[in-house]
């Protein structure tokens, strides 16, 4: 192969590769996005078919009462077969090209993997079929990964659902992803006209995509919620403060914090809750399925690496969700939401004693009257 020269070694392995599964050798400067090779046979077959189609349109026109035969005429029949097929592989190999072209773009100069025969018959199979734009780049950063030493590999399981991705399913699993890795957990978000935060449990595309195999429902009743660098703990929305009224919450008053905040230290340091104070509180929620972390690992640059970072960046790749306000907004939204089930919710970050040990210390306290937060950390 010739033309590989001063193609780096990744290349080498995506063309090999390629050319054992298709049978055609391919020559890098050859593969190239759709309209810009002049495919002289490939025009001259479609024009072909186009006329055929105008044959036989003029045809049932002409002959309306011949219609019926001229449509199953078994020699019209093999004709048109023929020319869909023509067409229908020419769309195909028109999309494997691109998807290949790509590829071999945003392949780098690191070391190469061998990629199985059999997965690469599947992803040919696969990709083929793929005509939108933006899930054909999805498609190629897939191929250019899976033959890199060090990328996340992509299973044909995986392949095999990615296959049924629709463009804007796409797009809602992006930003499940950036829910995920921000806020630790994929959940309903208000949009407040803003698209680009807006998540809902119950959408067509969310649901779609659980019957796909990217995400799974979990509706759980829990004590708590872990979340990215925190914790939201449910406590019954009583404190005994009131002894003339014990059903009354007193979520704003001092003898509320007095009362109830150094019960709640006690128990989120691991005391027994003697008076039943944790409340188990349903939660709606989504989490990914190991076909959702391979595909994240392709959308999301380091998406490892974030989801164990510390402290979480400010990262392009998160999209609004890198932003600290609006990460303190949905928190609140959902501290509202479980507000509105009878629970009081505390938030808990996490802090490390002596040992290096972490436990969760609460911090602050979700006032629904107000729908904003009160500090306890002094309490």
Known sequence: MEDLAGLGKIAEVILDKVAAATGTLYEPTKVRRLGRAEADVKVELILKT????????????????????????????????????????????????????????????GDPRAIEDDWMEAFIQYAQNISSDGVRQLWSRILSTQATEGCPSISKATLDALRLLEPHQAATFQRALQLHVAMGQIMDVDPHGDEEISFNVNALESLALEDIGFLKRMQEKEAGLGLAGYTFSFWQPYAQVFKDQPEKIAWNTGEYLREMIPRIKRITAGDYDVDGLRKQTPIDRYVLTSRGYELGSILLDGFYDLMQADVLPKDAKLGRYSDQSVRDNVLAHWAGLFSEKGSVVVLNRFDRDANGKSKPVPERLFDPQKSDWTDISGY
Do not use: C, F, S, Y
């Open 50 to 109: 186009a006329a055929a189609e105008l044959e036989a349109e003029d045809m049932r026109r002409r002959h309306k009462a011949e219609l019926k035969t001229i449509e199953h005429d078994p020699k019209q029949l093999r004709e048109r077969a023929g020319q869909r097929l023509i067409t229908q592989e020419i769309k195909r190999q028109e999309n494997l090209e691109v998807i290949v072209h790509d590829a071999l773009a945003e392949a780098g100069d």
